[in-house]
T-cell receptor
Framework: KAGVTQTPRYLIKTRGQQVTLSCSPI?????VSWYQQTPGQGLQFLFE???????NKGNFPGRFSGRQFSNSRSEMNVSTLELGDSALYLC????????????FGQGTRLTVV | GQQLNQSPQSMFIQEGEDVSMNCTSS?????WLWYKQEPGEGPVLLIA?????ELTSNGRLTAQFGITRKDSFLNISASIPSDVGIYFC??????????FGTGTRLTIIP
């Protein structure tokens, strides 16, 4: 079956702009978690959506938000982009929200200039 | 979450060599996980450990859950070129979410 699909794969934005990233989970999976990966901070949990509701949230400012649609596809949005938001954004999908059973997508590489 | 310290940060080895890396924390955990991330890909779960002292293998990979529950080890035997990547340890916090270690980057010298 198809894996986790993230679009776009690469993105370049200017400071102050906003950006929306998309994640299509594996068919049948109801949970989508988002992670940010940077050289300095490593992999950090952003938030999780389960059945269209945010269920968990990491320690990120309110500029980072997300949502999940009825087909389990998820989007994350970052407003008022800062240079430090440059990162690889990964999503992971699972059936019940257990990340030990999650599959990661290839990520979206965001560069803020 | 608690910080996980991995060592070494990077390794340069020749094909065929064995590899050892470890992960330590100041806190006690009930689960240790090891992931591998290849260039351009997301992390893939290699091994999950759930009990202190547990030793689990996955092919040429062997991982152990330290008896103090504050550390874990990953060994790769007879390395091959496709072992290249970044290896992360991780633990589960709160509602089944992951906290990752700092990573060990493995490079294989031809």
């Amino acid at each position: 079956k198809a894996g986790v699909t993230q679009t776009p794969r690469y993105l370049i934005k200017t400071r102050g702009q906003q950006v929306t990233l998309s994640c299509s989970p594996i068919s049948g999976h109801r949970s989508v978690s988002w992670y940010q990966q940077t050289p300095g901070q490593g992999l950090q949990f952003l938030f999780e959506y389960f059945s269209e509701t945010q269920r968990n949230k990491g320690n990120f400012p309110g500029r980072f938000s997300g949502r999940q649609f009825s087909n389990s596809r998820s989007e994350m949005n970052v407003s008022t982009l800062e240079l430090g938001d440059s990162a690889l954004y990964l999503c992971a999908s699972s059936f019940q929200g257990k990340d030990t059973e999650a599959f990661f997508g290839q990520g979206t590489r965001l560069t803020v200039v | 979450g608690q910080q996980l310290n991995q060592s070494p940060q990077s390794m340069f080895i020749q094909e065929g060599e064995d590899v050892s890396m470890n992960c330590t924390s100041s806190s006690i955990f009930n689960t240790w996980l090891w992931y591998k991330q290849e260039p351009g890909e997301g992390p893939v779960l290699l091994i999950a450990l759930y009990k202190a002292g547990e030793l689990t293998s996955n092919g040429r990979l062997t991982a152990q859950f330290g008896i103090t529950r504050k550390d874990s080890f990953l060994n790769i035997s007879a390395s091959i070129p496709s072992d290249v990547g970044i290896y992360f340890c991780a633990y589960i916090f709160g509602n089944e979410k992951l906290t990752f270690g700092t990573g060990t980057r493995l490079t294989i010298i031809p």
